[in-house]
């Protein structure tokens, strides 16, 4: 009785199932909530980014404003001041030395950071004076801002690639009236673009990858320092943003900054039409995305958090549910290899504590079962033994009973054969004359000696056939001779009754057959005499004939015949007709079962055909047995 | 069988009849005597060989189960004494004891009767077999002259 739990594997254990499905039901939607608030907060950063370059944006434009009010305001200084006004508008109607005013200018253009240089052209261009000496005389008609600047109002020059400083050059300008109101000179400051840039690159809120820059029309060329690849000012800068910009849109977008297509940024553009440039306001994504990636990293650990309590939650709950069960599979187990002593110890409420009680009601109904079939098993077993022993005994009584038929053959047969024996000789008168009287009671008696021998002889017959105690001999029979003794044998039978015997035997039948001659004897003496006893009249044939390799004997009367339901069992034992021949034929009943056993013993049958009152016919067949069989054979 | 058997068939025949019944053995010698024989008895088989050796008789009827010799051994003796070693012996067999018969024909028995012995058919059963060996038939036939 070996208890072996059957060991599935993991995957197939509920518990591990269990486990699987309660961590998937916990991080599937956890996943999906954090992958949904991860979007969202994607979607925030880059809108909370967009809202900062915006306002970025809007400073710096503040701050491009301030800048050229700035300008303009120095003009309107320079113009409208009466002091300097009168010296300009002396300056303009050549009474006044262009060199003298110049040290004026340039101190008015060094106590401003944005102002490179401040000069005076007259409306034909030539420079009557300028904040650097140097170009005093120089002419500026070819310059771009100088036929706009003639219209009569401020001009802001958008930026220009100056050939002769080989700088982008800012120019403002602003024309100066007479007391007449007739236009008489320009007055115009280049701006200090390098203060420009420095407004632009004051990073306030772009963390380390955010910069504010502006790219002028002219050439696409950086109007302001660029954070990563300086102030270049001969290369022509390229990306969506700019591209939008310059064709005058204002927006954001996230796009392959000018560095490298590699390098997304976030970026709010604007078309500045002062300046006729774009100033974009841009962020690297990968820098905005670092506080996602921490947000990432977050959430993350939070979902491998939740997993390690999912997996001890389902862990907890998947072993309340499948501990009852594998403990009741073990139990089921250990009740297959008949050990009934285990129960399920099981504490829960729930359903599977019901099953865990019922399967425990199950196990006790099935031990109790069990058990009274064991009882019952064991009573059936103690009843077959007393029956085997029963048997034994039954047997043995038959065998002792048998030996003892045997044995009292001897005995029973010896003092009817002296008895047989006497009242013969007293009869043939071998033992002197006695009267007719004597003769009849003497008669008496042998009649009734003889039906006592033959009983006694058909008895043990019968009890010695039953004990399979007969052997058959093979010896050599002579048919005819034998045929000729049992009609000497026969004959006095048929005188005494009056009753016409023949014995005939057909040619076909061999001369010499092998068999028992005694129990053939027996048998046809046992028809043979059934046939005398009872046919009252007309006769009895015995008729001896061969049948292919078979040999017939046939005795025929013409007696009182058997009734056909009877024909079934007159070859049983102590069975004749009814009860009343018995008493008015006599005969143990044992004549025809013995004789039929005699011919099943001799490979033969035994057969009768009968009508009654008109006579039975039993037939014998035998078969031809020409040669001894070899073992039957004596050794010599 | 209106053939009547001569009372006188086996005057001066000498018949050693041996067995251990009493009875049996007076039956057997009445009706011997009755058809003439002269009859010695024996209740056993060595006292049958000792009457044998004596009287010489013209043939021995014997039981076959008997104390102290029985027929075989008798037999037995009978056929290794040249004195003995013609007289026919027929063997006086039960109708129980079934393999006897062949066993007592091999044994040298001359041949067989059944036991019971009724006068209604032993003495034509006995002619029967006496006719069955040639010097009996003979005398049979002429009768038998006394012997001294």
Same mark, same amino acid.
Request: charged share 20%; hydrophobic share 40%; glycine share 6%.
């Given at each position: ?20 499905? $309660?961590?998937? $039901? ?116 070819? /310059? ?74 002219? &050439? ?71 506080? +996602? &990636? ?16 999912? +997996? ?47 399967? &425990? ?10 058990? /009274? ?14 029956? @085997? ?44 004359? $006695? ?61 005494? /009754? ?14 010499? +057959? ?10 046809? &003496? ?14 009895? /044939? ?32 102590? @069975? ?17 079962? $013995? ?42 | ?148």
């Amino acid at each position: 009785m070996t208890q072996k739990t059957t060991l599935l594997p993991f995957w197939r254990q509920s518990r591990w199932q269990w486990v699987a499905l $309660i961590i998937i $039901i916990v991080t599937v939607p956890v996943s999906a909530v954090a992958y949904l608030l991860l979007q969202q907060t994607e979607r925030n950063l880059e809108s909370q980014t967009f809202e900062r370059l915006e306002s970025v944006a809007a400073l710096k434009l503040g701050s491009i404003e301030g800048f050229l009010d700035d300008g303009e305001g120095e003009l309107i200084f320079l113009t409208e001041t009466e002091i300097f006004r009168s010296q300009l508008i002396a300056l303009a109607q050549s009474e006044a030395d262009g060199q003298a005013i110049s040290d004026t200018l340039r101190q008015i253009a060094d106590s401003e950071d944005i102002i490179n240089e401040i000069f005076v052209y007259s409306l034909d261009g030539n420079i009557l004076s300028s904040s650097d000496r140097v170009d005093i005389g120089k002419v500026v008609r070819s /310059k771009p801002f100088f036929v706009p600047s003639l219209q009569g109002e401020t001009y802001i020059q958008p930026p220009f690639y100056d050939v002769g400083s080989s700088t982008l050059s800012l120019i403002i300008s602003r024309p100066l009236f007479d007391e007449q109101g007739s236009l008489i000179a320009i007055v115009a400051v280049e701006m200090n673009v390098e203060a420009l840039s420095e407004l632009m690159t004051e990073r306030a809120g772009l963390g380390e990858s955010g910069e504010t820059y502006l790219i002028s029309l002219e &050439n696409n060329y950086l109007l302001t320092s660029s954070r990563f690849e300086g102030y270049e000012t001969n290369r022509a800068y390229y990306s969506e943003g700019i591209n939008r910009a310059l064709q005058g849109q204002d927006g954001q977008g996230i796009y392959p900054d000018y560095r490298s297509p590699g390098v997304p940024v976030l970026g709010v553009y604007r078309w500045v039409p002062e300046l006729q440039a774009a100033l974009l306001s841009e962020i690297d994504e990968a820098e905005v995305n670092a506080d +996602l &990636n921490d947000s990432v990293q977050q959430g993350i650990l939070l979902a491998l958090f939740l997993m390690v309590v999912a +997996l001890g939650v389902g862990l907890y709950f998947a072993n309340s549910f499948t501990r009852p069960i594998i403990q009741m599979s073990a139990i089921a187990q250990r009740i297959s290899g008949g050990d009934y002593s285990q129960r399920v110890q099981l504490r829960q409420k729930n359903e599977v504590g019901l099953l865990a009680s019922s399967f &425990n009601q199950m196990t006790e109904q099935l031990a109790a079962t069990i058990q /009274k079939l064991d009882a019952q098993v064991k009573e059936v077993e103690t009843a077959n033994q007393e029956l @085997r022993k029963a048997n034994a005994r039954v047997r043995e009584a038959a065998r002792l009973k048998s030996e003892f038929m045997a044995t009292m053959s001897h005995e029973l047969r010896t003092p009817l054969n002296a008895i047989l024996g006497f009242t013969g000789i007293m009869l043939e008168g071998m033992g002197g004359e $006695i009267d007719d009287d004597a003769t009849h009671m003497i008669k008496r008696i042998q009649m009734n000696s003889e039906r006592l021998l033959t009983l006694i002889n058909d008895v043990l017959d019968i009890a010695r056939i039953e004990a399979g105690r007969i052997e058959l001999q093979s010896e050599p029979l002579r048919v005819r001779e034998l045929l000729k003794q049992w009609e000497l044998q026969t004959s006095v039978l048929a005188a005494q /009754k009056q009753i016409q015997f023949s014995a005939t035997v057909e040619p076909e039948v061999p001369e010499v +057959l092998y068999g028992d001659s005694a129990r053939l004897t027996q048998i046809v &003496n046992n028809l043979l005499s059934n046939a005398f006893k009872f046919t009252e009249q007309g006769s009895v /044939k015995l008729h001896i004939s061969r049948l292919s390799s078979r040999w017939q004997i046939r005795v025929i009367d013409t007696g009182i015949g058997i009734p056909s339901h009877a024909l079934n069992y007159i070859f049983d034992e102590f @069975r004749q007709v009814d009860g009343s021949t018995t008493r008015a034929y006599g005969g143990s009943g044992l004549g025809l079962a $013995i004789t039929r056993n005699l011919c099943l013993m001799m490979g033969g049958t035994i057969q009768v055909e009968s009508t009654l009152k008109q006579g039975s016919t039993f037939t014998v067949t035998l078969p031809i047995i020409a040669e001894p069989e070899k073992l039957l054979e004596p050794t010599p | 069988m209106d053939k009547k058997i001569s009372r006188e068939i086996l005057k001066n025949w000498k018949v050693l009849v041996v067995d251990d019944e009493p009875d049996s053995l007076e039956v057997a010698t009445r009706m011997l005597k009755f058809h003439g024989a002269t009859v010695f008895n024996a209740s056993n088989g060595a006292d049958g060989l000792d009457s044998a050796r004596r009287h010489k008789p013209d043939f021995i009827l014997s039981d076959l189960s008997m104390p102290e010799l029985d027929g075989w051994g008798m037999l037995y003796e009978l056929k290794n004494d040249r004195a003995t070693l013609e007289i026919p012996v027929f063997a006086l067999t039960a109708h129980a004891m079934v393999g006897d018969r062949e066993r007592a024909i091999n044994a040298g028995f001359h041949n067989y009767l059944t036991k019971p012995l009724t006068p209604a058919t032993f003495m034509a059963q006995l002619l029967g077999l006496l006719e069955g060996v040639p010097h009996l038939a003979e005398a049979l036939e002429t009768g038998k002259e006394a012997h001294e």
